[in-house]
């Protein structure tokens, strides 16, 4: 089975619904937002300009219609969804649940626009090199975050204070008891920032030990799940869509078996 057209289809599908999921209020965002926020730049080089609400919102029609004609087969989609992206969630880039968490989606869009596989029919071989990509993609932005951490309070980030900070400012943001009670215990606090600096800085190993990936996913969807549970913090509403590059292989695994039965 064709993998990569699996992981196309099922990642395209996801990040239309997504948006679309999402549209009216992240257009509410934007109207609210748009006099005090700007853009950024594109890979932190290229200044983007701030749309109007009408741009805005053609922006997010690209995406939905761009992952939906992807999924299809149609790589141009996914150049469509690229241009979409870059647009839209540019303009709401402070939102809590866009900032620093569709930063998997462009690259990933590329890579699926770049591949032939992505558009070639259902049972043909598929091009490795995407999965494998995309897999790197994963695990360096595991390696990224670590680093930030080191970058930003060093080796001490390890010592517990500064987990217990963002609980606490979640527990005051979003009203989390759970947070609170588990800020309270500096032990457990120190262990978890251990285990998670430890995890992220071990991103790499994905790259040459792929064998690994299941340990790796369910370890990232725990950290995930913590970070909703005790932070309000949701990095997978968008990010999922560039994971189910893990279920590429399983599922064409299981097709492959109906198919033959």
Request: charged share 15%; proline share 4%.
């Amino acid at each position: 089975m064709n993998e990569v057209r699996i992981f196309a289809a099922a990642a395209g599908a996801y990040l239309a619904i997504a948006t679309l999921a999402s549209w009216r209020w992240q257009r509410d965002f934007f109207r609210v937002s748009r006099l005090i926020e700007r853009p950024g730049a594109l890979y932190g080089i290229v200044p983007l300009p701030v749309l109007g609400e009408r741009a805005f919102l053609v922006s997010g029609a690209l995406i939905v219609a761009g992952g939906a004609a992807g999924a299809l087969g149609y790589r141009l989609g996914f150049v469509a969804a690229y241009i979409g992206a870059i647009g839209y969630f540019s303009q709401i880039r402070l939102l809590d649940t866009i900032q620093r968490k569709v930063n998997l989606i462009p690259p990933m869009l590329l890579l699926l626009a770049a591949a032939p596989a992505t558009a070639a029919p259902w049972t043909a071989v598929d091009d490795r090199w995407v999965l494998a990509g995309m897999q790197a993609l994963i695990a360096l932005s595991f390696v990224g975050a670590g680093l930030a951490k080191l970058r930003r309070a060093g080796a001490g980030w390890a010592e517990g204070s500064s987990l217990q900070a963002f609980l606490l400012e979640a527990d005051l943001r979003y009203d989390v008891p759970r947070a609170r009670r588990l800020a309270s215990s500096h032990a457990l606090c120190r262990a978890l920032s251990i285990g998670v600096l430890v995890f992220e800085l071990l991103g790499w190993t994905l790259l040459f030990f792929p064998a690994g990936a299941s340990v790796f996913v369910a370890i990232a969807i725990v950290f995930h799940a913590g970070t909703w549970l005790f932070m309000r913090v949701n990095f997978l509403k968008y990010q999922a869509a560039a994971y189910l590059v893990f279920v590429a292989s399983p599922l064409a695994q299981w097709l492959a078996g109906r198919v033959a039965g």
